[in-house]
């Protein structure tokens, strides 16, 4: 991802630009002290630990912050948020980048932009979540054999404890959808 | 004691048999759950990723019904994912007079209104701190007597809201094994990050993390979870075979109470060490 | 009433309550000494050494005068002298009054002490009944637990307690009805409810139905013992003593951060090797634990690798301390060099460290030490040693993450935890119940620019009460409120204790010897101001001396950029000029001085060089200063002769040149000073937004000045706050190696931060590059966390080039005094005498005795004021037992001795044209008689043959 094509995409999203001054804003009193990043159990995996993230974002490296898969990795474990001697929101504001990274509809967090969206879908439809469907969908959504296929073991686990119920729907399709276009509405 | 109870989508699936051992161990205990009627999904991890509001409303939705009943009692929550969605939509309504009247428009689609007075409980604080301990020990009888076990306490239901226990070296499940006449492993691995739900999309960290953690565990005869993502990871990402229990299937077994009755044909580990130990 | 002696309350026997106390003892006032533990000496009793010497010189406070009203012994065993009461083991009750009419009542706890007050600790969680009753009893009161209402009253029908503390939410019987069923069985018992979290509106409901109060879970282990001790004070009030006394001064101290509790990351008290610094202390100490042997106080097994963490509970916003401790890093500093030096088995001794805050003028070369003996510092924090990390055979495991995020390991035998400072539980009550004014964490805010005072009058403050204190700002800080206490009494119309040999039995002696009552202060800035002021006001006659025609120093560009300095320069420059026992000398230096030590006789001259005159700080200039040409004795008026007891050198210093060539000076480089100066006249549109490059440690820290100049971090961050509220998009980076904001000073870093500044941090051999030509400045650099190199045009580029001192050796000299290394005021003692030479009649403050801002100028003002007037108040002085003398009829006057004497007390008497010895500063050290090859010098009641028998007798009988 190309410094500019991120700053062209931020630019014509005012609420994201302000959403990432905020997060911003939040860890502002950061001291690279890394007791974030030497406690997070996801270190290991991250491309860029904690530490990094958070002072690329004080020095508004957005295209550092971006290209990373460093948030998606955060499992909300709140460890971080508990250890830091500052007290910086950190969970918190890896959500946050979450959010703008979903939002700037970035390719490369297109696998799991789908499956959250599959994910609300199911929800807006039944109120609540049905495994089997959702994963279908997404799958469908993913458009890569190889996606359902990782998850076939477990399938079958699942199915043979009898936790996978492909069930008729309950209640009405759209079980949440006022709620949710209210919510909408309310957002603007 | 009486409680309202939101299982939440995992219990209605994968988890079942968590929902069921729930039911079937306050029952047991002569405390009564009553389900909040119409509940819905909490937002889970998808809400807070792709839209923040959401994620608030979704949880007022229930906190909405549950103070609807009109009981004045607690929410007990038995996910730990659940328990902070819809604690933290809590403690925002509460402190943000804004984003309540903000929520309340949304919620006056279904007819529901949230003024955030209700309290919101995991299963693990409601067990250890409203006298279920003795009630345990009394009707227990030391039936696990011989049984080393490893309370796995995981991450939400004890950060970054501290309620009821230490959020790096939590003991709350301590004195509920050991009213059991089981004793406890000292392990430090109890509040380790399991990977929780980056464990689904990623599962190479879900097989490193589970594995230091069984690693730690394997002395013990069974690891004890009190949240339906922590069990599908340790089960799912089994190194060494462990087996993996939910706290009320082993507190129920600990009062003599059937297998079947407390799901226990549904754990994907294999729990028959822990079944063929306990006393008839 | 006039004729009272006066005297003057010191709450707290550590090392500032010790300080004052024998700075107002000594100047003849009556001081009672309270401690509430068993034994004066505070904190420093535990440690063995102090940096820079490696020892412990904690027996330099004692007096060098009269020292034989004083025990001469180790300070750590005790402490006595004539006019001070020392009350150990005491608690103070109550205090109650004004400045010269103060009643205090206190107890000793041996007579119905803590003892006597047993307290019922009754919870369901077993760990709530064991932390209550380790605080409890170690504070001395007999705790019983019960782990039900039921076990509680089988206590309470056994014996009597004085306090209950009760759980509300219990299984069986709850907190409430135990409370009505214990007062049916004991009426007058204490009860205190517990309760957690949300519950509180029951334990209010429980005060109407008899519970004395409640305290909310998770316990405050401070706010527990508040509480108990409240209860015990109002049951024992009646048995106290009581006293009345002029003025109060506030020595408590504070306490050491207690690891194991909260969360607890390091498995303090679980992991068999992690050790506080202060056990560690011990651990080095040859009277410790291990003895002669550095060994595992569980393993007895000889440790090898050593790990220091900083930082636990200090500069963390989870333990509620978001303050640095000031001192912690010192000490680790002393502790890995001694470590290393004393123990060659130990291979390997880190430090983990976030900045190393060696402030001040001897710690950086002190640290550079440590690192040259081997010891590695490391700049990252630790955030745990467990989970997962367990000790083994082999050692604890410490991972931590290197700049670029990869992940080290290593083993270490020992980790010892640097534990911050903060405010104790006797604080909070005493600053509740006097009302005296307290910042956001609970220590005593003195008032801006009264180093010491309180809001309360009378009621003076010092050392660890007011903050995270090292042992040279609490000496300092006590010995300034000593002063305050004087000038109470002393206008209170007070009297001092003088010569009580003259009223015993054993008649009067006559080998009295007696200061010219007078003093001279050389320099005019605000510490010569603040010190003259102060002398003067206790009736003794100043001559102020100045090089300049102003007064105020470097206080008159600076007063803009300080909130108020401007209307306290004012203020201060009228005081002195409008007094009538200061005398000033203003475009006036120092001639020479005649006479000896105590009886100076000084000749000021007018400054001839006009040119030089108005540049404060010329290093070959004798000496400054002077006042408006109006008044005093002016520039062009012929020399004049000063008679003085004491002197004060308060030259001064200023900003240091940068060291290194600047880019062709190019637009916009500026000093820190010209930057403020600039900023102050609003020669910079702070309005626009600006992009400012600011570099610490320019030509500080480093060989040739090696030093922290203390000044220049705070006052950095100052700017750049001030550039980031003119336009919010104002880009400031600031580099640095160590941000020195000790204490209460890391507020403004945190404030920076928080207002976007970016901190870069760099070591020396990676410093970033600045280059200018007309457009402006650029720099160039590489950061270590993003591992990328970096670069910004800033339109300003200020350099932070730290203080020189302005004091020359000559002048020194000319008082028998010397400059230390790095050309500062050789002080006698760096922490235990931070204000005077060997000779205690010569004394210096400002910055020319140490680099510091305004406040620790006035506090070394007003610290040497104080020893200046205790040594001026006594009319006689009678010399110790043991001085030495001179025997003129072997004397060739080779003068060998005179320059080997440390304390200036040897002299050739001009009338006589022989050598004499100056009995008050003799300390009988016996250097002079080692030295003289002649045997003219020798030390009474030691003469050669004792001497020699005693050594043989030691010698032929091994120990």
């Known amino acids: ?186 957002e603007r | 004691m009486d409680y309202l109870y939101y299982p939440g989508c995992s219990l209605e699936g994968t988890a079942k048999e968590y929902d069921i051992s729930c039911r079937a161990l306050f029952e047991a205990l ?62 925002d309504l509460w402190e943000n007079n804004a984003l309540r009247a903000q929520v309340n428009q949304v919620l006056e689609e279904d007819g529901l209104a949230v003024n955030a007075s209700v309290r919101v409980r995991h299963l693990l604080d409601v067990l250890t701190r409203d006298g279920a301990v003795d009630r345990v020990a009394q009707l227990s009888e030391n039936r696990m007597k011989g049984l080393v076990i490893a309370p796995y306490y995981g991450c939400q239901c004890l950060r970054p809201y501290v309620e009821f226990d230490d959020p790096e070296q939590p003991r709350s499940m301590d004195a509920l094994i050991r009213a059991t006449g089981a004793d406890v492993l000292a392990w430090d691995m109890g509040a380790v990050c399991c990977g929780a739900s980056t464990a689904t999309t990623k599962p190479q960290v879900g097989k490193e993390l589970v594995g230091r953690i069984l690693d730690q565990a394997k002395t013990a005869h069974a690891v004890v979870t009190v949240c339906p993502m922590c069990q599908m990871n340790l089960e799912r990402f089994q190194s060494r075979s462990v087996p993996v229990v939910y706290l009320p299937q082993f507190l129920g077994l600990s009062l003599g109470m059937p297998a079947e009755s407390l799901g226990c044909g549904m754990n994907l580990s294999d729990i028959r060490p822990v079944l063929s130990r306990v006393a008839p | 009433m006039t004729d009272q002696i006066g005297k003057t309350l010191v709450i707290g026997g550590g090392i500032s309550g010790i300080r004052a106390s024998l700075d107002l003892a000594q100047a003849g006032y009556q001081v009672l000494l309270l401690e509430q533990s068993d034994r004066v000496g505070g904190l420093l009793s535990q440690l063995d050494t102090q940096f820079p010497t490696s020892t412990c010189g904690m027996c330099r406070m004692l007096p060098m005068m009269e020292r034989d009203r004083v025990d001469q012994q180790c300070l750590r065993r005790g402490l006595s002298h004539d006019n001070i009461e020392i009350c150990v083991s005491t608690d103070l009750i109550s205090l109650k009054g004004d400045p010269g009419n103060f009643s205090v009542s206190f107890l000793s706890q041996t007579d119905g002490g803590r003892d006597d007050c047993p307290v019922l600790v009754v919870d369901d969680e077993k760990i709530v009944r064991d932390s209550m009753k380790e605080w409890l009893s170690e504070e001395g009161y007999p705790v019983q637990t019960a782990d039900s209402a039921a076990e509680a009253l089988n206590l309470l029908a056994e014996g009597s307690f004085k306090v209950m503390l009760t759980d509300i939410k219990m299984p069986g019987m709850d907190g409430v009805t135990l409370l009505t069923r214990a007062k049916e069985i004991q009426p007058d018992l204490a009860v205190v409810m517990m309760t957690a979290y949300a519950a509180v509106d029951t334990a209010v409901e429980a005060m109407k139905q008899g519970a004395l109060d409640y305290l909310v879970k998770p316990f405050d282990p401070d706010a527990v013992l508040q509480m108990v001790d409240r209860i015990f004070k109002d049951a024992v009030a009646e048995n106290a003593r009581k006293d009345t006394v002029d003025a109060v001064i506030l020595a408590s101290g504070a306490t050491f951060f207690q690891p194991n509790l909260g969360i607890n990351p390091y498995g303090y008290g679980r992991i068999p090797g992690v050790v506080t610094n202060l056990e560690f202390e011990r651990m080095l100490s040859h009277a410790g634990p291990g003895g002669m042997d550095l060994v595992h106080p569980v393993t007895g097994r000889p440790v090898t690798r050593i790990a220091w963490f900083q930082c636990v509970g200090s500069r963390d916003i989870q333990t509620g301390t978001p303050f640095c401790s000031s001192t912690c890093c010192m000490i680790s500093v002393k502790q890995s060099l001694l470590a290393k030096t004393m123990y060659p088995q130990v291979t390997e001794a880190c430090v983990f460290y976030m900045d190393l805050r060696t402030w001040g003028k001897a710690s950086d070369d002190y640290a550079r030490q440590a690192k040259k003996a081997g010891v590695r510092f490391v700049r990252a924090r630790v955030h745990s040693l467990a989970p997962g990390l367990k000790e083994n055979d082999t050692g604890i495991p410490v991972v931590w993450l290197d700049p670029s995020g990869d992940r080290r390991e290593s083993l270490f035998d020992l980790v010892v935890l640097a534990p911050g400072q903060h405010p104790d539980a006797f604080l909070s009550g005493f600053a509740k119940d006097q009302e005296l004014t307290t910042d956001d964490w609970g220590f005593v805010r003195p008032e801006p620019f009264l180093s010491g005072h309180t809001n309360r009058p009378g009621i003076f403050v010092c050392g660890g009460a007011t903050g995270p204190r090292d042992i040279h700002d609490s000496v300092t800080g006590a010995s300034a409120a000593a002063l305050s206490a004087m000038q109470v009494m002393a206008s209170a119309g007070r009297q001092t204790v003088q010569n009580p040999e003259k009223t015993e039995s054993t008649g009067l002696r006559s080998d009295g010897v007696s200061l010219f009552p007078g003093a001279l202060v050389i320099g005019g800035g605000i510490a010569g101001m603040a010190a003259a002021l102060a002398i003067a006001d206790q009736g003794f006659d100043v001559d102020l001396v100045e090089k300049t025609d102003h007064l105020g120093g470097n206080l008159v560009w600076l007063q803009t950029a300080i909130e108020g300095a401007g209307s306290f320069l004012e203020e201060q420059t009228a005081a002195v000029q409008g007094h009538d026992r200061i005398r000033i000398h203003t475009r006036t230096c120092v001639a020479d001085t005649m006479g000896r030590p105590g009886q100076w006789n000084t000749r000021l001259t007018p400054v001839k060089d006009t040119a030089e005159n108005t540049d404060a700080d010329r290093p070959e200039q004798l000496a400054e200063n002077g006042s408006p040409p109006d008044k005093s004795s002016g520039g062009k008026s012929p020399d004049v002769q000063v008679r003085h007891g004491v002197v004060v050198l308060a030259v001064g210093g200023a900003e240091a040149s940068p060291d290194r060539p600047l880019p062709d000076n ?230 060998i001795c005179i320059d080997a004497c440390p304390f200036n007390a040897r002299f050739i008497d001009p009338e006589t044209r022989t050598l004499k010895v100056d009995p008050l500063a003799c300390q009988g050290c016996g250097i002079c008689a080692a030295a003289c090859p002649s045997g003219a010098a020798v030390v009474t009641d030691r003469s050669l043959a004792p001497m020699i028998k005693t050594i043989h007798a030691v010698l032929n009988q091994p120990l």
């Open chain 3, 666 to 895: 190019g637009p916009g480089i500026y000093t820190q000073q010209q930057f403020q100066q600039a900023l102050d006249q609003d020669a910079i549109d702070t309005g626009s937004p600006l992009h400012v490059a600011m570099f610490q440690c320019q030509g500080s820290r480093e060989p040739g000045r090696d030093y922290c100049s203390r000044i220049c971090c705070p006052r950095s961050l100052d700017q750049a706050l001030r550039l980031k509220a003119g336009h919010p998009d104002s880009r400031v980076v600031i580099f640095y190696r160590d941000m020195m904001t000790p204490g209460l000073s890391e507020s403004a870093y945190t404030e920076a931060r928080k207002a976007g500044v970016v901190f870069v941090p760099y070591e020396p051999g990676n410093t970033p590059e600045l280059a200018a030509d007309n457009t402006g400045c650029r720099v160039n650099w590489t950061d270590p966390i993003l591992g990328r190199a970096m670069e910004m045009a800033a339109d300003y580029a200020v350099l932070a080039t730290g203080i020189q001192p302005g004091l020359s050796r000559d002048l020194a000299r000319l008082f028998g005094a010397d400059l230390d290394r790095s050309g500062f005021f050789d002080q006698a003692d760096i922490k235990w005498r931070p204000v005077e030479a060997m000779d205690p009649r010569v004394l210096a403050c400002g910055i020319c005795l140490e680099p510091g801002n305004l406040a620790l100028t006035l506090a070394s003002a007003r610290a040497a004021a104080a020893k200046a007037v205790s040594l001026l108040s006594r009319e006689t002085f009678f010399p110790g037992k043991d001085t030495a003398r001179v025997r003129s009829a072997f004397c060739s006057l080779c003068q």
């Open chain 2, 30 to 91: 002569e405390d009564r759950l009553t389900e909040i009627p119409d509940w819905t999904c909490c937002g889970a991890t998808a809400a807070q990723c792709v839209d923040p509001f959401l994620s608030v409303v979704l949880p007022a939705r229930n906190l909405a019904l549950a103070e609807k009943t009109d009981t004045g009692l607690d929410v007990l929550v038995p996910c730990s994912a659940c328990y902070l969605n819809l604690k933290k939509a809590r403690q």
């Open chain 1, 1 to 186: 991802m190309h410094l500019t094509d991120i700053r062209e995409k931020l630019a014509a999203r005012p609420d994201l630009t302000r959403q990432l001054a905020q997060v911003k804003e939040q860890v502002a009193t950061c001291i690279q002290c890394g007791t974030c990043s030497g406690s997070c159990p996801n270190a290991g995996f991250m491309d860029m630990t904690p530490r990094r993230m958070w002072r690329a974002v004080l020095t508004d490296r957005v295209d550092m912050v971006f290209s990373s898969q460093t948030f998606m990795l955060c499992a909300s474990c709140y460890v971080c948020t508990l250890r830091c001697p500052r007290g910086l929101p950190l969970t918190g504001a890896m959500a946050e980048l979450k959010q703008v990274a979903f939002g700037l509809n970035l390719d490369r967090f297109k696998r799991s932009t789908l499956f959250y969206k599959a994910f609300m879908d199911n929800i807006r439809q039944y109120g609540r979540v049905r495994e089997t469907e959702m994963m279908a969908r997404y799958f469908l959504a993913v458009k890569d054999p190889r996606v359902p296929m990782s998850y076939t073991g477990m399938g079958i686990k699942l199915m043979a404890k009898h936790k996978l119920h492909p069930h008729l729907p309950t209640w009405g399709p759209g079980r949440l959808a006022p709620l949710f276009d209210r919510a909408k509405q309310q």
